[in-house]
């Protein structure tokens, strides 16, 4: 079972906020806590923070099962353009540049690998019929 953390209105920019995405996406949340933590990159500390949120909302979940046990991994992060504050910096000759102060919203969804991975079945009896008819003409 899958469970969803959002952070909405970080001010940060999306382009920034999607190289660390982009390192932890697939892999398993411990391997995806150190990358966060030993980052120098200024968002990975609230990312840090949303991806701890997002096993706490799958513990709740999953009451009575255990992190360790299910394997958790990152199955899906995104990052999305928010809020654009517009500013006006003054410029030569009576002109202003506008500043565009961006921020993003982050969805990141965690999942068990355990669940994730369909049971191997038996081939059906049709299907081994079919195959040794094939071989047998």
């Given at each position: 079972?899958?469970?969803?953390?959002?952070?909405?209105?970080?001010?940060?920019?999306?382009?920034?906020?999607?190289?660390?995405?982009?390192?932890?996406?697939?892999?398993?949340?411990?391997?995806?806590?150190?990358?966060?933590?030993?980052?120098?990159?200024?968002?990975?500390?609230?990312?840090?923070?949303?991806?701890?949120?997002?096993?706490a909302n799958w513990r709740e979940k999953n009451q009575g099962e255990r992190v360790?046990?299910?394997?958790?991994?990152?199955?899906?992060?995104?990052?999305?353009?928010?809020?654009?504050?517009?500013?006006?910096?003054?410029?030569?000759?009576?002109?202003?540049?506008?500043?565009?102060k961006r921020s993003n919203h982050v969805t990141i969804v965690v999942d068990s690998a355990l669940a994730a991975q369909p049971q191997a079945s038996t081939?059906?009896?049709?299907?081994?019929?079919?195959?040794?008819?094939?071989?047998?003409?």
């Amino acid at each position: 079972m899958e469970a969803v953390a959002r952070l909405r209105n970080y001010p940060s920019s999306p382009r920034k906020m999607r190289l660390l995405a982009d390192l932890i996406r697939g892999k398993d949340v411990e391997v995806a806590l150190n990358i966060l933590k030993f980052n120098p990159k200024h968002p990975s500390k609230p990312l840090e923070k949303l991806l701890l949120s997002a096993i706490a909302n799958w513990r709740e979940k999953n009451q009575g099962e255990r992190v360790e046990d299910a394997k958790l991994y990152v199955k899906t992060i995104f990052v999305d353009g928010g809020r654009t504050l517009k500013r006006l910096r003054p410029a030569p000759q009576g002109r202003a540049y506008r500043i565009r102060k961006r921020s993003n919203h982050v969805t990141i969804v965690v999942d068990s690998a355990l669940a994730a991975q369909p049971q191997a079945s038996t081939p059906s009896a049709s299907t081994t019929e079919t195959v040794s008819e094939q071989t047998a003409s």
